[in-house]
C-alpha cells in the first residue's frame, strides 16, 4: 500500500521555525521526486519545494526562497522542509507528494503529475 504521511505542522508565532516531515513507503521511494504543496483556504494548491529522485537536486517557489530548505534521506524514506522565518502567508496545508522520474517527469513539475499524495498536515502562523 503507497503512503505518504506528513506530519510536523502546528502553530507557530511570526519568524518561528517547523520542520515538516514525509514518510513514503509502498514504491520505489529512487525512483521518485518528492515535492511540497501547501493550500490555503479559498487559494489554489502552491507548489512549494521539490526534491530531485537522483540527483539531489532542489526547487522552490519564489515565495520561499531563502527561507525554506527541502532535504530527502533516500535510506529510510523520509523528505523534510525546514521553514524558518514563518510569515502568515504560510499558513496552510501542506503535503507531500511523489512524482515518477522514470519516464522523464521532472522537480517541481506540475501538481496533476504527481502520482501519489498524502493527506497534508495544517502549519499556522500568528501574526
Known amino acids: 500500500e503507497v503512503q505518504l504521511v506528513e506530519s510536523g505542522g502546528g502553530l507557530v508565532q511570526a519568524g518561528g521555525s517547523l520542520r515538516l516531515s514525509c514518510a513514503a513507503s509502498?514504491?520505489?521511494?529512487?525512483?521518485?521526486?518528492i515535492g511540497w504543496f501547501r493550500q490555503a483556504p479559498g487559494k489554489e494548491r502552491e507548489g512549494v519545494s521539490c526534491?530531485?529522485?537522483?540527483?539531489?537536486?532542489?526547487d522552490y517557489a519564489d515565495s520561499v526562497k531563502g527561507r525554506f530548505t527541502i532535504s530527502r534521506d533516500n535510506a529510510v524514506n523520509m523528505v523534510y522542509l525546514q521553514m524558518n522565518s514563518l510569515k502568515p502567508e504560510d499558513t496552510a496545508v501542506y503535503y507531500c507528494?511523489?512524482?515518477?522520474?522514470?519516464?522523464?517527469?521532472?522537480?517541481?513539475?506540475?501538481?496533476?503529475?504527481?502520482?501519489?499524495w498524502g493527506q497534508g498536515t495544517q502549519v499556522t502562523v500568528s501574526s
Open positions: 507528494a511523489a512524482l515518477n522520474t522514470l519516464y522523464g517527469s521532472t522537480c517541481p513539475g506540475e501538481g496533476y503529475e504527481y502520482n501519489y
Open positions: 509502498g514504491f520505489p521511494f529512487d525512483d521518485y521526486a
Open positions: 526534491t530531485s529522485s537522483s540527483d539531489g537536486s532542489t
